[in-house]
């Protein structure tokens, strides 16, 4: 069965640095998300992408957040400067289409980002 | 402000007996919920879903049942397995938005053999 595919599986990084997680959502699928989740709390949407731009967001995602579509294959969430309460698991799903028998979204394994 | 709330962090059920997860929500707006399943270490699954045109979804022995009334969904687990021990999310979909879920902070059941 195709999956979402995420890389690095953890990322550790110093508070400041830059922080780019990547994600290879699967092939024929058209919408595309990251979500987050912090040791012991919830899953939390951060973004959705669709047809290269972005379509929603959390008030999770600011400024030092950002989503790219670079290739036809890779989705990447940039963090420009990290703080420590970035550090989260990170998840990307993808979902092929907003029909009714597609509704569920397929989610990679996740990143866990560690920031010190 | 916690629209999709999951009130009981854990549950621990022998093999072979029910199992039932409740959800509660906030929001009328959503109009499609799913439950994910979610093992150490790996990316939250689809298990299954319910729109909110219906009252229940069955699926082997996965039930989800939707009470919209009372913005409350349940699902059940028949018979329950030890495979089944995992964090277990409740999901809705935000009416008009691009498909985004909202969790609940998810359930950890623990089916003992």
């Known amino acids: 069965e195709p999956e979402v595919t995420q890389t690095p599986s953890h990322q550790v990084t110093q508070m400041g640095q830059e922080v780019i997680l990547r994600c290879v959502p699967i092939?024929?699928?058209?919408?595309f998300y990251w979500y987050r989740q912090i040791l012991g709390q919830k899953v939390e949407f951060l973004v959705s992408f669709y047809n290269n731009e972005i379509s929603e967001k959390s008030e999770i995602f600011d400024d030092q957040f950002s989503v790219e579509r670079p290739d036809g294959s890779n989705f990447t969430l940039k963090i420009r400067s990290t703080k420590l309460e970035d550090s989260a698991m990170y998840f990307c799903?993808?979902?092929?289409?907003?029909?009714?028998?597609?509704?569920?979204?397929?989610f990679g394994s996740g990143t866990q980002l560690s920031v010190l | 402000d916690q629209q999709v709330k999951q009130n009981s962090p854990s549950l621990s059920v022998q093999e072979g007996r029910i199992s039932i997860l409740n959800c509660d929500y906030t929001?009328?707006?959503?109009?499609?919920f799913l439950w994910y399943k979610k093992y150490p270490a790996e990316g939250p699954t689809f298990l299954i879903s319910?729109?909110?045109?219906?009252d229940k979804n069955e699926d082997g022995r996965f039930t989800v049942f939707l009470n919209k009334s009372a913005k409350h969904l349940s699902l059940h687990i028949v018979p329950s397995q030890p495979g089944d021990s995992a964090v277990y999310f409740c999901?809705?979909?935000?009416?008009?938005?691009?498909?985004?879920?909202?969790f609940g902070k998810g359930t950890k059941l623990s089916v003992k053999p």
């Open positions: 799903a993808s979902r092929r289409d907003r029909g009714p028998l597609e509704e569920k979204l397929f």
């Open positions: 319910i729109s909110s045109i219906k």
């Open positions: 929001n009328s707006m959503f109009d499609y």
């Open positions: 092939s024929n699928h058209l919408y």
């Open positions: 999901a809705a979909r935000g009416g008009g938005s691009q498909g985004n879920l909202i």
